[in-house]
C-alpha cells in the first residue's frame, strides 16, 4: 500500500515561499527545497550539492534549463540520486530520483534555500539528451535548448510509479509573507504531507470542495467570477492568454492573489474611497501601511468562483488574508494582491492560507482536482 510523509515547512527561508527538508544522496544531505505547484522539475543548488559519483549518484546525457515568473532561472544536469522525505517510519525514498544539480542559477534563484521541488505535472519537467556527459561538461542554456528535447518524470510522478505514495501533495500554510515573529513563530510554519490528504482528519474539518484541473500542466482552472464581499460579481475572462490552457492557476509557489491588470482594476473598484487609496498603496506602490489605519473587520471577504469538479465552487479569502498584519515589523501590513499578466490569474497562498489545500493528481483520470476543506483550528 502506498505510504505518506508529513513533514514540517517553513517560509522563512524565501520570505514568504514555503520550503520543506528532503534528503538526497545515499550519505543523506538534508537540503531545504522551495515547494512549487507551478514547476515540475527537482533542481539543487550545484554550489551545495556536489553529485556523490562514487557512492551511487549517477550522472546523465540530460540537462535542464528552466526560468520563473519572477525573472530567476538557473541550468542544470540531471542526475539519478536517493530521494528521502520523512524520517524513520514516516520517510518515503525513491532509490533513483531525478534531480537537477544547477551549475549555474541567477542570483534571485535560490536565495537562502538549496533548490526548489517542482510538484506540478510531466509535461513541465521538459528535459534535453546532449552529446556528452553533462555534469562533467556543464553545457550553457543555449546549448541546452538545441539538444534533443524530451521530458523526464517529475518527483511525484516518479513516486507514484514506483507504487511508493499516490500522486497526492497537501498543505497547511497560514501566511504569505513571513510574520514579524521570526523563524519559531508558528504563524511561519506549516505541514506538507506527500502522497495523501483525504486521510489527515487531524488537520482539517468538514468536506472537500473540489475545483477542477483542466490539463495536466500547472494546476489549470477555470476561474469563473470574483466578488467582492456582497457586490456584484466580477466575470472572469473566459480564455487565457496565448499559449496558456485556462484563465487561472493554483499555486503554492506564488505568494500572492496575481490579478490580470483589467480585473484587478474592477476588484478595487468595488471597494470603499479609504479602502482603494490603502489598497493602491500597497498593491500599486508596494508601500507598507500601517494595520492601525485598517480595521479590519471593516474590510470585505473576497470570493473566487471557480469550475468545480460538479458544479460551481466558491472560495474565500478574507482580509487577514489577503492583508497580511506584522509583515517585517510589527504594526505594519502589506497586500497579498499584485498586478499579473492579461487574462491570467494566480491563487496562490494567500487562498491556501485559509484552507487544508490537496493537489490531487491522480482524479479524474490523472488530470487531476485541487481539493479544499476548512483548516482544524
Known amino acids: 500500500m502506498p505510504g505518506t510523509a508529513r513533514i514540517p515547512i517553513t517560509n522563512i527561508y524565501m520570505g514568504g515561499d514555503y520550503t520543506g527538508q528532503i534528503f538526497v544522496g545515499a550519505q543523506g544531505r538534508p537540503m531545504n527545497v522551495i515547494l512549487d505547484t507551478g514547476s515540475s522539475a527537482l533542481a539543487l543548488d550545484g554550489h551545495k550539492y556536489t553529485p556523490d559519483l562514487a557512492n551511487g549518484d549517477e550522472s546523465t546525457h540530460l540537462a535542464q534549463t528552466d526560468s520563473y515568473g519572477d525573472g530567476s532561472s538557473w541550468t542544470g544536469a540531471v542526475i539519478q540520486t536517493k530521494l528521502t522525505v520523512g524520517t524513520?517510519?514516516?520517510?518515503?525514498?525513491?532509490?533513483?530520483?531525478?534531480?537537477?544539480?544547477?551549475?549555474?542559477?541567477?542570483?534571485?534563484?535560490?536565495?537562502?534555500?538549496?533548490?526548489?521541488?517542482?510538484?506540478?505535472?510531466?509535461?513541465?519537467?521538459?528535459?534535453?539528451?546532449?552529446?556528452?556527459?553533462t555534469w562533467r561538461h556543464k553545457y550553457t542554456s543555449t546549448q541546452v535548448r538545441a539538444g534533443k528535447g524530451g521530458a523526464i518524470q517529475p518527483y511525484l510522478t516518479q513516486l507514484a510509479g514506483e507504487g511508493v505514495t499516490s500522486d497526492i501533495i497537501s498543505f497547511v500554510t497560514h501566511r504569505s509573507f513571513i510574520h514579524a515573529g521570526g523563524a519559531n513563530d508558528p504563524l511561519n510554519e506549516g505541514v506538507m504531507v506527500i502522497g495523501g490528504g483525504y486521510d489527515e482528519t487531524d488537520l482539517f474539518t468538514g468536506s472537500f470542495q473540489k475545483v477542477k484541473v483542466l490539463s495536466d500542466d500547472w494546476y489549470s482552472t477555470n476561474l469563473k467570477a470574483i466578488i467582492v464581499g456582497n457586490s456584484d460579481p466580477i466575470a472572469a475572462r473566459l480564455q487565457g492568454p496565448r499559449g496558456m490552457p485556462s484563465n487561472s492557476i493554483i499555486d503554492s509557489g506564488t505568494n500572492s492573489l496575481n490579478i490580470s491588470p483589467q480585473t484587478l482594476q474592477a476588484m478595487i473598484s468595488k471597494f470603499s474611497a479609504q479602502q482603494q487609496a490603502l489598497l493602491n498603496q500597497s498593491v500599486m506602490d508596494g508601500k507598507l501601511v500601517s494595520t492601525a489605519n485598517l480595521n479590519l473587520g471593516s474590510w470585505p471577504t473576497l470570493t473566487f468562483v471557480m469550475q468545480g469538479d460538479a458544479g460551481d465552487v466558491s472560495l474565500q479569502v478574507p482580509p487577514s488574508n489577503y492583508w497580511q498584519v506584522d509583515t517585517e515589523q510589527a504594526g505594519a501590513a502589506l497586500a497579498a494582491i499584485t498586478p499579473g499578466e492579461d487574462g491570467l490569474v494566480i491563487l496562490g497562498l494567500p487562498l491556501m492560507n485559509g484552507y487544508f489545500t490537496v493537489f490531487d493528481g491522480e482524479a479524474d483520470g490523472g488530470k487531476g482536482v485541487v481539493s479544499f476543506a476548512a483548516l482544524k483550528s
Do not use: E
Not at 520517510?91 to 534563484?109: D, F, K, W
Open 88 to 133: 524513520g517510519s514516516n520517510a518515503v525514498c525513491l532509490s533513483n530520483g531525478n534531480a537537477a544539480i544547477a551549475y549555474t542559477r541567477s542570483a534571485n534563484m535560490f536565495r537562502s534555500a538549496d533548490g526548489i521541488l517542482g510538484l506540478a505535472y510531466a509535461p513541465l519537467d521538459d528535459a534535453f539528451t546532449m552529446p556528452q556527459d
